[in-house]
């Protein structure tokens, strides 16, 4: 016999799982499914012993710029139960660190930009005075442009909006960098196998620094970046919902009103609403079939173009365990100032590793959460470039690790051991088509009006993943997507009672 849910969630990345602790705590009977067998998607974490010592590693590298001020409390909020995550914030006693190449230049971002920051901003990137004047003026646009005249940028790329404001390329690199770290995007449009690929979008990218900086709360989860998705799952599983791992969905049978959800165990699930956390692409294309729905909305779909992650920009994350502290910032960022991303781009489609730094970003997750690491010990999760499918992998491996050990010495000699994990790989643990680290691109043609949106053509079916993000960073975007989905829902619940009636918990 098939079990009937009010809604059935299929992935546990942020949209996934925080739309599904809305729709519980709202008295819907609702089942959320993973397939793997933890929870979070990208935003996960995994557990490793090393001689009986326990360590809480993140699968890939991340750090959140609203935290509980942005759509994760937001989630919360509304489920009833705003503490179910708990945050660590840095400190102006002890803020993330900044790097332009070598040169420390504080923490470069609000709120712990202090006017010190700006004289070593200047000394590190020979800036004239007249070439800051600019770069201030830069910061009062981020923060004064309104969201409606923001969207008059939406078809300007960042790359072209910053140079409309700059001249001095080592500070129109650094906010290349900031555009980077938040879309896993470029800034500017790029050839890749004979077609062009949009950069990312200025419009949007202003709304998100916008929201980034007036927020000045950056911070991480306490228990590692898989806290997310498990505080909303207990939201879930507290109001009555269940929560299923290893639980692979390969089919979304949508010929009747109750839509059946199928695994690869063959166990179905039934609902008149469901909710895919899996990505656009693959719910349209692979989970419910193109021949379900109108030819213009495949054909859209077919055309929407994914972050980078696997195509042509590739990243390789070192996580790296040392017997004993090194160091005390929680992040570091090291903005590269002799090695453009295009240039990198060159170096990579070469599969060459650079002769100069490039960009570097580092998390030491067990400053920020000392549970992470056993004690005395520490945990350093760092990020950098890498061609894509390379055949040197160890030469890119070493090139990043020499980084690390640049901005956090000691490194080699205290390690005990090493996680390696490549981007273009990404795939193999979201189920994507491509291995995107953020999901839909926030690109030139792909935000404001024209991003694709959680509803689909097909009544009761939605898209609660950062593709269908409105606004927002990374995790944040999928967040706010959950959030925005569960309020679609429950207004269409609302509006049809008569077919939709709450099963009895």
Excluded at 232 to 247: D, H, I, R
Aim: overall charge negative.
């Amino acid at each position: 016999m098939v079990e009937k849910f009010d809604a059935i969630v299929i992935g546990s990345g942020t949209g996934g799982a925080g739309c599904a602790a809305i729709l519980a705590s709202k008295g819907l009977k609702t089942l959320l499914l993973e397939k793997n067998n933890v929870l979070g998607g990208r935003c996960t974490s995994y557990v490793k012993e090393v001689d009986g010592e326990e360590w809480i590693i993140d699968k890939y590298v991340h750090y959140f710029c609203r935290c509980e001020k942005g759509p994760f409390g937001k989630i919360l909020k509304e489920a009833g139960e705003p503490d179910a995550i708990k945050w660590f914030h840095p400190t102006f006693e002890n803020p993330p660190l900044g790097y332009l190449e070598n040169k420390p230049v504080g923490a470069p971002l609000p709120p712990f930009l202090q006017p010190q920051n700006m004289k070593e901003i200047q000394d590190a990137t020979g800036a004239t005075d007249e070439e800051m004047a600019g770069l201030l003026k830069v910061f009062d646009a981020i923060f004064s442009t309104t969201r409606r005249k923001s969207h008059k940028l939406d078809d300007m790329t960042f790359d072209a909006w910053i140079k409309s404001h700059l001249e001095n390329p080592k500070l129109i690199l650094m906010f290349h960098t900031l555009c980077v770290m938040m879309n896993v995007h470029l800034p500017f449009d790029i050839q890749y196998k004979g077609k062009t690929y949009k950069g990312s979008s200025a419009g949007d990218a202003i709304r998100n620094l916008s929201k980034w900086f007036k927020a000045g709360n950056t911070g991480y989860p306490l228990g590692g970046s898989i806290a997310i998705s498990n505080g909303f799952a207990e939201v879930v599983q507290k109001c009555g919902g269940v929560v299923l791992t290893n639980s692979r969905v390969i089919n979304i049978n949508v010929d009747d009103y109750n839509k059946v959800v199928e695994l690869d165990d063959n166990t179905q699930y039934e609902a008149p609403i469901v909710i895919s956390n899996v990505g656009i692409k693959e719910t349209v294309l692979k989970l419910v079939g193109a021949n379900k729905f109108p030819e213009d909305y495949v054909e859209y779909v077919k055309n929407l173009i994914y972050s980078e992650g696997g195509r042509d920009y590739g990243v390789v994350s070192l996580k790296i365990a040392v017997d004993k502290p090194l160091i005390d910032a929680p992040v570091i960022l090291a903005i590269p100032q002799n090695l453009t991303f295009k240039e990198i781009l060159d170096f990579k489609a070469r599969d060459e590793v650079p002769d100069r730094p490039g960009l570097y970003y580092i998390t030491i997750p067990s400053n920020m959460d000392p549970s992470l690491a056993p004690p005395e010990k520490q945990l350093i999760n760092a990020i950098g470039p890498c061609a894509i499918n390379s055949k040197h992998l160890d030469d890119w491996i070493e090139y990043n690790l020499a980084a690390v050990e640049k901005y956090i010495p000691g490194v080699r000699e205290h390690k005990i051991f090493m996680d390696v994990a490549v981007g273009d790989n990404i795939a193999e643990w979201t189920g994507r088509f491509e291995s995107d680290m953020v999901g839909i691109a926030q690109s030139v043609g792909q935000v404001g009006e024209n991003r694709p949106k959680p509803e689909t053509p097909i009544e009761g079916l939605y898209i609660a993943s950062a593709d269908t993000g409105q606004l927002g960073i990374g995790t944040e975007l999928s967040a706010q997507s959950g959030f925005d989905t569960a309020k679609l829902v429950l207004k269409y619940v609302e509006a049809h009672k008569e077919k939709v009636k709450p099963i009895k918990q």
